[in-house]
């Protein structure tokens, strides 16, 4: 206002001026004239700014406060909101309340929001949708189908909601937005009928298997109650926390491998298994069962799993691994050789022991499921018929089976043998198999199909 004050002021000395003047000036009338019609113009023009300016300024002044009042409004609806909220002026952000800040993990950094563009927080590949949802809501156009778009935690994590825009007034002069949106992870499915029947927490707590949830860095953001049980290590003190570190340190790099692979959506689950390592530092055999929380590949998102105790099994694993190396052994020095086999004419082998090798000079793997070498080639050509009908015959009257014949061994020679086998039959008396001892006789003299 002032300047078009002192505006007036100088076009006023201006004017006095060239009045002042005429009496001085030598020339025709019509320069005077001219002159004249030029400052009452200049004069005239600063009289209607003056005027106008005013009414231009009160205008403003209103439409900024109208403004200010309007996003006041805004951010006091959207506090009073229990779903998450915020107030865009387009696509920047104005405000956003407390369930917006908690559900995203920003609580405390709203002053770090307000001001960013609102596409930050949403998922590189769901701007477009954000983009149409914002269009629609600016013509005041209605979805039937809530808008799926996916929102940025703090953490790096996503979370997928379905969301909402809402113009604020319609006013071509206001472009103040409400945007909410509600995870889809919220949504129940289950009936009101069945709701009160759930306490999702009680049943956690109860489970035998620990049930973990890891943030996109790796760390632990909840455990369930047997992870005490199994660990004894409190589940406040292992929040936050590495879940690697609590494995053995030679299974540690393989569980730091798998879990980075989810975290960073190179693969969507894996089976493992690892020792976990007590607070009294006994290991403990699990296997771990994990899985994304996010279905997009190549984002970072969190991670969550089970682990379920199979100690036991391992035990019990090691111990029948004991007692199998221990019958091995005892097979190995008996001077013949033990099999199974199938009760056909190729007298394939399922499983023959080490002394195989003193009695036909073949090793076990020549003999075990080998299409181009099986025991009736071994059997000397002129027994293997009566060898055949011998044990079909003894078999067929759930004998044992006992008999003596020649076989050829690896060097060509000439072996007299004797064998005492019998059938493996299932509750239903199906023939599944043959097991026996074949061992090398001294005598030359025999006759194949005496028992003995």
């Known amino acids: 206002m002032s300047i078009f004050i002192f505006s007036t002021l100088i076009i006023s000395v201006i004017f006095l001026a060239i009045l002042g003047s005429w009496y001085s000036i030598q020339g025709p009338f019509l320069l005077h004239v001219v002159m004249l019609i030029s400052a009452a113009v200049a004069i005239f023009s600063a009289a209607i700014v003056i005027a106008v300016q005013?009414?231009?300024?009160?205008?403003?002044?209103?439409?900024?406060?109208?403004?200010?009042?309007?996003l006041a409004w805004g951010s006091e609806v959207s506090s009073a909101l229990s779903s998450p909220a915020a107030v865009l002026d387009g696509y920047v952000v104005k405000f956003v309340n407390t369930p917006f800040l908690q559900?995203?993990?920003?609580?405390?950094?709203?002053?770090?929001?307000?001001?960013?563009?609102?596409t930050n927080l949403i998922h590189p590949a769901d701007h477009q949708n954000f983009a149409e949802l914002s269009a629609d809501a600016s013509t005041d156009k209605t979805k039937s189908n809530a808008t799926k778009i996916?929102?940025?935690?703090?953490?790096?994590?996503?979370?997928?909601?379905?969301?909402s825009m809402t113009r604020m007034r319609k006013d071509r002069l206001n472009n103040l937005m409400l945007f909410q949106f509600t995870p889809t992870s919220a949504l129940n499915t289950l009936s009101n009928d069945y709701e009160s029947q759930f306490n999702y927490h009680t049943i956690l707590d109860r489970l035998e298997e620990i049930v973990f949830q890891l943030s996109a860095e790796g760390k632990i953001i909840f455990l369930n109650r047997s992870w005490e049980d199994m660990l004894e290590y409190k589940v406040q003190d292992s929040l936050e926390k590495l879940l690697a570190d609590f494995f053995h340190p030679e299974d540690k790099p393989m569980v730091e491998a798998r879990l980075d692979s989810l975290t960073k959506g190179k693969r969507t689950h894996c089976i493992i298994e690892a020792r976990l390592i007590s607070s009294r530092g006994d290991?403990?055999?699990?296997t771990l069962r994990a899985k994304t929380t996010s279905t997009a590949t190549g984002e970072r998102t969190s991670v969550i799993g089970?682990?379920?105790?199979?100690?036991?099994?391992?035990?019990?694993?090691?111990s029948q691994i004991a007692n199998r190396r221990a019958l091995n052994s005892l097979l190995s020095n008996i001077p013949g050789m033990v099999y199974r086999g199938r009760n056909d004419r190729s007298w394939t082998f399922e499983f023959v022991s080490d002394g195989c090798v003193d009695v036909t000079g073949y090793n076990p793997l020549d003999l075990i499921n080998n299409p181009n070498l099986n025991f009736n080639q071994i059997i000397h050509p002129d027994?293997?018929?009566?060898?055949?009908?011998?044990?079909?015959?003894?078999?067929?009257?759930?004998e044992e089976f006992k008999l003596i014949y020649r076989i050829v061994t690896r060097k060509g020679e000439s072996k007299l043998v004797q064998e005492h086998g019998r059938g493996v039959f299932s509750s239903t008396g199906e023939l599944l198999a043959l097991e026996g001892f074949i061992t090398e006789i001294p005598d030359q003299r025999y006759n194949v199909n005496a028992n003995y």
Do not use: H, Y
């Open 306 to 318: 089970t682990m379920t105790d199979i100690q036991r099994n391992k035990e019990a694993e090691a």
């Open 283 to 286: 290991p403990s055999w699990v």
């Open 150 to 163: 996916r929102l940025i935690c703090s953490d790096g994590t996503t979370i997928p909601a379905n969301s």
């Open 103 to 118: 559900i995203l993990g920003m609580q405390g950094m709203a002053d770090q929001i307000v001001g960013m563009p609102f």
């Open 54 to 70: 005013p009414l231009l300024s009160n205008k403003t002044s209103r439409a900024r406060r109208n403004f200010s009042e309007e």
């Open 383 to 398: 027994d293997r018929a009566a060898v055949w009908q011998s044990v079909k015959e003894q078999i067929s009257n759930n």
